[in-house]
């Protein structure tokens, strides 16, 4: 049974930084897209980055404009995790973060369908 666990959500003020952590048992990350999404009250859950894998480079990263230079989407697959460092945190940051698995490539990374097994998410709150 493969279970995604995401951890290191939690309070912060505007400017800070937060790195959540994606876990997961029953299927090996190295071999899967992963992907960071979020949900704010009364929105869509949108895509916030993804990392693949890649033959040549080892992964291949892909990040929502909003984002871009601010957050970075890495992995260690000795740990089976992927990371979501998060600086320069702002308020409309603040939503339900989870991660989910699956395959996909380029922007097809962005869109819900490719990922078949999502975690619980994890409260990331920015305060101004």
């Known amino acids: 049974q493969v279970q995604l666990v995401e951890s290191g959500g939690g309070l912060v003020q505007a400017g800070g930084s937060l790195r959540l952590s994606c876990a997961a048992s029953?299927?090996?990350?190295?071999?899967?897209?992963v992907g960071w999404f979020r949900q704010a009250p009364g929105k869509e859950r949108e895509f916030v980055a993804a990392?693949?894998?890649?033959?040549?480079?080892?992964?291949?990263?892909y990040y929502a404009d909003s984002v871009k230079g601010r957050f970075t989407i890495s992995r260690d697959n000795t740990k089976n995790t992927v990371y979501l460092q998060m600086n320069s945190l702002r308020p409309d940051d603040t939503a339900v973060y989870y991660c989910?698995?699956?395959?996909?490539?380029?922007?097809?990374?962005?869109?819900?369908?490719?990922?078949?097994?999502w975690g619980q998410g994890t409260q990331v709150t920015v305060s101004s």
């Open positions: 990392i693949t894998r890649s033959a040549r480079s080892g992964s291949n990263t």
């Open positions: 029953g299927r090996t990350f190295g071999t899967y897209a």
């Open positions: 989910a698995s699956g395959y996909c490539s380029g922007y097809g990374c962005h869109a819900i369908t490719p990922y078949d097994y």
